[in-house]
């Protein structure tokens, strides 16, 4: 019995599926049946998937813009070939999103696992009160993403709360330019992710905390392990699966962020707090530079699928080990 | 090495008492049972013994020394669990040494050499490298006890520890389990359901129903004098027989009369009558094993009563017949030689020696 | 006795403190649409921190009502605001998007839970595009929509919307019907239903809660979105979250009373449905990968 079982967890995506049951075998109007269910998801498959991609690559060879006049069909009358991926990827506005995306990410992920991980371990216990401090903690991330910016862009007001809150305990009169001093304004950012997605890395840690099993961390205590070598030799190693996909979730998502982003900074001031998805933004609808986004969009893809797969692996590994 | 006394010990988990007043003084170097049924609270006062559990008032007392709050990693006890609690992320190597490597920090040479001491004694040395959950059922449960054994407590605490094994493993692990208590000389305490199991093994039986101690003895006084009609009931693998009894004396003896036609008065002549003045008009229970009735021929004058066979369960070593006597059933251990047939009418004869009276109203055993 | 006592009152403090830090916005929030003018845009730079004089001001005003100017200094002029036609937008198209991706979502994934069509590839696309950047996938759709004239439509919109979250019905939809013994449906054939009845009759009410969970789920999705509503509409068609973010003073150039009020009106529904699911949020939020 093997405990990731017992979490019921299996991690997303086909490389980690579970070996499929033995089943008995489908006839073959049962197959065409099958086929036909899925057809209308497929359909919406390519619709989403395969022609977004396949048009990416042929508009991100030429330098076509809608403002030139012609259709995106006829793009290929202004076919450059890779101009637009070499100019991309020496653009340093470009690869300072991405820097700053990924920085952003480890930060605001790193810190969500710190507090989210604390949080669980004090949850597990219970105490008068438990259920409704959980449903309160969660409400964060209840709050749609377009109401989360503009809290914040209340909350962060040079005379806003925040300033007000940390004059009480730092000395003097902090009016600190949280939205349009380049050096805070990435800061401002990754505070509203962490702020809202720090319960979501609660909520699915405390589902892995809770899933240890009691007798271990009591056989445990028996043999008179303390709370930290309790923590370090029971409980990390039997949720490192549940851990590896509450940050791969948490990472993915932290890397696309947009809504609050835009709408506290617009990635400003200039670019200092602009995103991945931020700077696409800019360059598409500010710029009008389609070809060029397109061919960004098609590197970020490969980018991201291949830290993905990458990051899955350890999954693969433990779970192949199991079988 | 320990003695154990537990004094007027209650715990109560909202308003439920899982264990009443209990009272219990456990030797250095014994080996006690305790067997009830589930939901008894003997599993509630392992939980007590081993620290995880708080009492909620009385006293535990180790050699003396109160334990009521202590730590249970400062209590040097060992508990294997029913269902093993090994820790599944580790080679069965890593469950030994976890006592030892990681908690007391002890040098990677002793680890070693206590580990294999300790797999060597399991007969476990070969499965050292295996990864704890692929382990058999029964290796699992050699681990745990492995685990628990490598800091050498002076207590043992198992929890029903075979009870989800296989029957020849549990027997196997039993005569084990008993001898390796011999050598190290450790208490040990053996949680069970199963009175077999208790009988087979320990020095003391304590008997626990609905949280408090019914009895307390080794196992020929539980066997053979049961304190009430529940230990009576819950001791011996087949049960007693519990038939209705009219008390009455005559010149001093106690007199019973059972409830069947033409059946003999049960006169006991060792001075039992006087139970009778102090119980009055209540009604009573005889109580006598199966294996201390006799059958006769029906025309023997021994015969107390008269019946006819319903049904033969032949187990190999013995016989158990079942009889109806007027409304009555009896069950009869009988030697296997002895092997009556369905419908035959034979008599009863109740060896007087072990008759056992228990009062209706309290259920405790006036004899 | 006292090292435990001590140790529950540090946990009490550290929860406390944390919850109070993440509490807080949603307090300022909440306060700020029932103040006054002069409190959530003081002159003086001094900060509220309770509401004095709470009023319903905020509210009428988001709801086309006078700008009244309460603050007495009579520089609230700007044009009346109403956002009725946002919230009605948002829920026409995040209700109905919901319920194509659940048409869509539900086939599928009983398809590949129970047929086991579309191999391995399909679930795996499925995923893949939960991983991309909507950005990078929402530029040439904006192309097709307006090839296809669907720019800036209700229907262009509900499309996108079933089309961007029936990947969460495949998945979560999967999950619960992989936990259903196939023999159920087998059986249900064998005493004469069609396999549309089988699914019916005897998958169906099995599901139910699950399905709920996933409607309720996917609603929040939709109703959530600003980035698609932004890039694929927006002039003609104003979905609620936009619209917050367009309210802007003619005067003052900030309305954040008003937005507040509006803010707070947005969030209602996904807190609600999001309590309502808490069991099942897990799941849904990791894609069905975490059961509990």
């Known amino acids: 019995m093997s405990t990731v079982e017992e979490t019921g967890l299996t991690a997303p995506g086909p490389a980690v599926e579970p070996p499929a049951p033995r089943q008995s075998p489908l006839d073959a109007a049962e197959r065409k049946l099958g086929r036909l269910l899925v057809a209308p998801g497929q359909l919406l498959l390519v619709l989403l998937v395969a022609f977004p991609i396949v048009m990416e690559i042929y508009i991100s060879l030429t330098a076509w813009t809608p403002t030139g006049g012609s259709n995106w069909y006829v793009a290929y009358r202004d076919w450059i070939w890779f101009d637009n991926f070499i100019e991309g990827l020496t653009s340093e506005s470009f690869l300072s999103a991405v820097v700053r995306t990924v920085l952003i990410t480890i930060v605001a992920v790193g810190i969500q696992f710190v507090i989210g991980f604390l949080l669980a371990l004090l949850f597990v216990e219970k105490f008068p009160g438990r259920r409704i401090a959980t449903i309160l903690f969660l409400l964060p991330m209840m709050i749609i993403p377009a109401v989360s910016g503009f809290i914040w862009f209340l909350l962060l007001q040079t005379d806003g709360p925040i300033n007000k809150m940390l004059s009480f305990v730092a000395p003097g009169d902090i009016r600190w330019q949280w939205l349009s001093d380049p050096s805070f304004a990435p800061v401002a950012v990754t505070i509203v992710d962490i702020w809202q997605w720090t319960p979501l890395m609660f909520l699915i840690l405390l589902s892995g905390v809770m899933a240890v099993p009691e007798d271990q961390l009591n056989a445990a205590n028996i043999l008179g392990a303390s709370y930290w070598q309790k923590l370090r030799h029971v409980i990390l190693p039997i949720m490192t699966p549940i851990i590896i996909i509450a940050l791969i979730i948490r990472a993915m998502e932290a890397f696309k962020i947009f809504d609050a982003a835009w709408l506290l900074t617009q990635g400003g001031p200039g670019e200092a707090s602009s995103t991945i998805s931020v700077h696409l933004y800019r360059q598409a609808f500010i710029n009008s530079q389609w070809s060029y986004v397109a061919a960004l969009a098609i590197v970020v893809m490969i980018g991201v699928s291949i830290a993905a797969a990458q990051a899955i692996k350890p999954i693969e590994r433990r779970q192949a080990a199991e079988a | 090495m320990a003695k154990i006394e537990l004094e007027n010990v209650w715990k109560r988990f909202g308003r439920v008492e899982a264990v009443v007043d209990l009272t219990l003084d456990i030797p250095d170097g014994s080996f006690i049972a305790l067997l009830g049924p589930s939901g008894c609270g003997k599993t509630t006062t392992m939980n007590m013994l081993s620290g995880l559990l708080q009492p909620t008032s009385g006293e535990i007392r180790f050699n003396g020394e109160v334990v009521n709050d202590l730590h249970p990693g400062k209590r040097n006890v060992g508990f294997v669990f029913q269902n093993y609690a090994i820790f599944t992320h580790m080679s069965a190597f890593d469950n030994i040494a976890f006592g030892l490597r990681v908690v007391r920090k002890q040098p990677a040479e002793t680890v070693e050499r206590e580990v294999e001491r300790v797999a060597e004694l399991l007969d476990i040395s070969h499965l050292l490298e295996q990864r704890a959950a692929d382990l058999s059922v029964n290796d699992m449960q050699k681990v745990a006890i492995g685990r628990s054994m490598i800091t050498n407590p002076g207590i043992f605490l198992l929890d029903e520890p075979f009870s989800n094994l296989d029957a020849a493993f549990r027997a196997y692990m039993r005569a084990e389990m008993k001898k390796l208590q011999r050598e190290l000389r450790q208490t040990m305490i053996y949680v069970t359901h199963d009175q077999v199991e208790a009988m087979a093994m320990a020095d003391h039986i304590a008997i626990m129903d609905l949280g408090k101690l019914q009895q307390y003895g080794t196992p020929d006084e539980v066997y053979n004098s049961p304190a009430n009609r529940f230990v009576a009931h819950f001791v011996g693998s087949t049960t007693m027989n519990f038939l209705p009894a009219e008390l009455g004396a005559t010149d001093g003896s106690l007199e019973l009369r059972l409830p069947i036609p033409e059946a003999r008065p049960i006169v006991l002549e060792d001075g039992s009558a006087k139970l009778l003045d102090e119980k009055g008009e209540r009604g009573h229970t005889l109580g006598i094993r199966p294996e201390h009735l006799e059958l006769l021929d029906p025309a023997n004058e021994r015969a107390d009563a008269r019946g006819t066979v319903l049904l033969v369960e032949p187990l190999g070593a013995r016989n158990i017949v079942h009889l109806r006597a007027g409304e009555i059933d009896f069950r009869v251990v009988v030697p296997p030689t002895i092997r009556p047939r369905v419908g035959d009418a034979l008599g009863i004869e109740l060896e007087r020696k072990y008759v056992h009276v228990f009062d209706d109203m309290t259920g405790k055993a006036l004899r | ?292």
């Open chain 3, 1 to 292: 006795m006292s090292a435990k006592t001590l140790r529950t009152t540090a946990r009490t403090v550290v929860i406390a403190l944390i919850l109070a830090l993440f509490l807080f916005p949603v307090y300022w929030m909440i306060t700020m649409a029932f103040k006054p003018q002069p409190q959530w845009a003081p002159t003086t730079g001094e900060t509220y921190w309770f509401p004095e004089s709470p009023t319903f001001g905020n509210f009428k005003r988001i709801f086309g009502g006078e700008p009244t100017d309460e603050s007495g200094l009579g520089f609230l002029t700007s044009t009346p605001i109403d956002a009725t036609d946002s919230i009605i937008t948002s829920l026409i198209v995040a209700g109905l998007g919901t319920v194509l991706a659940l048409l869509v979502g539900i086939s599928t994934a009983y398809g590949i839970s129970r047929f086991r069509a579309g191999g391995k590839l399909l679930p795996f696309a499925i995923l893949q595009l939960r991983m991309f950047p909507p950005i990078a996938v929402i530029i040439p759709i904006l192309f097709l929509w307006t090839y296809l004239q669907l720019n800036d439509t209700y229907w262009g919109l509900i499309l996108i919307y079933g089309a961007v979250t029936f990947p969460f019905v495949v998945w979560l939809m999967r999950s619960f019907f992989d936990e259903i013994p196939r023999e159920i449906a087998e059986a249900a054939i064998v005493d004469g239903c069609s396999n549309f009845g089988a699914f019916r009759k005897a998958i169906l009410p099995l599901v139910k809660g699950g399905l709920a969970t996933t409607a309720l789920f996917v609603f929040i999705l939709n109703w959530s979105d600003y980035l698609i509503a932004l890039v694929l509409a927006g002039s003609r068609v104003i979905t609620a979250p936009v619209f917050l973010s367009q309210i802007r003073s003619a005067s003052t150039g900030v309305e954040f009373g008003s937005q507040a009020a509006l803010a707070l009106i947005l969030i209602l529904p996904p807190v609600i449905l999001a309590i309502a699911i808490q069991k099942h949020l897990v799941r849904g939020l990791t894609f069905g990968a975490i059961k509990r």
